[in-house]
T-cell receptor, first 113, second 113 residues
Framework: KAGVTQTPRYLIKTRGQQVTLSCSPISGHRSVSWYQQTPGQGLQFLFEYFSETQRNKGNFPGRFSGRQFSNSRSEMNVSTLELGDSALYLC????????????FGAGTRLSVL | SQQGEEDPQALSIQEGENATMNCSYKTSINNLQWYRQNSGRGLVHLILIRSNEREKHSGRLRVTLDTSKKSSSLLITASRAADTASYFCATDAMTGANSKLTFGKGITLSVRP
């Protein structure tokens, strides 16, 4: 089976812009979770989608949003980018949910200038 | 604050030596997982131990869990240069049906050839 695929791998944006990141989970996995990783804060949970519904959400402002399509592919959107949004954004899929074994993609490195 | 906190933050050993990494957490858990991350890449699941288990083995990995002390340890025996990576513990807290994994900030392991 193909692994979790995230696109693009790298992004450079300027403050105030918006960005959309994409994640294709492992075939058959219905749960997709998103994480933000920074050197200072470590790995922080953004949200989980399961069967097109947001099932859980972390403590991030409303500028961070996501959605999941019927084929389980997920997108994450960040609007009005701030310098502090620069991070590695990781997507993970799971057969059973966000509390179970997560299979991670390689991540999208976002730099906000 | 992070649910799981790893100790030490960084560890440097010689190839062939054993590496022991510790994780402490705050609330009761369903399970605890260990993940590895090579520089700038996604995380890879290593091992999961449930709250009713005390020890688990997988190849050169040995994980212990002490729920009374709310702590876990990961032992890598006969380390190799390829084990150089960051290691994270992740806990699934018993907070309801839609709980999530909470990751620690990670331990940086360097294995010198």
């Amino acid at each position: 089976k193909a692994g979790v695929t995230q696109t693009p791998r790298y992004l450079i944006k300027t403050r105030g812009q918006q960005v959309t990141l994409s994640c294709s989970p492992i075939s058959g996995h219905r749960s997709v979770s998103w994480y933000q990783q920074t050197p200072g804060q470590g790995l922080q949970f953004l949200f989980e989608y399961f069967s097109e519904t947001q099932r859980n959400k972390g403590n991030f402002p409303g500028r961070f949003s996501g959605r999941q399509f019927s084929n389980s592919r997920s997108e994450m959107n960040v609007s009005t980018l701030e310098l502090g949004d620069s991070a590695l954004y990781l997507c993970a899929s799971s057969a059973q949910g966000a509390r179970n074994i997560q299979y991670f993609g390689a991540g999208t490195r976002l730099s906000v200038l | 604050s992070q649910q799981g906190e790893e100790d030490p933050q960084a560890l440097s050993i010689q190839e062939g030596e054993n590496a022991t990494m510790n994780c402490s957490y705050k609330t009761s858990i369903n399970n605890l997982q260990w993940y590895r991350q090579n520089s700038g890449r996604g995380l890879v699941h290593l091992i999961l131990i449930r709250s009713n288990e005390r020890e688990k083995h997988s190849g050169r990995l040995r994980v212990t869990l002490d729920t009374s002390k709310k702590s876990s340890s990961l032992l890598i025996t006969a380390s190799r240069a390829a084990d150089t990576a960051s290691y994270f513990c992740a806990t699934d807290a018993m907070t309801g049906a839609n709980s999530k994994l909470t990751f620690g900030k990670g331990i940086t392991l360097s294995v010198r050839p």
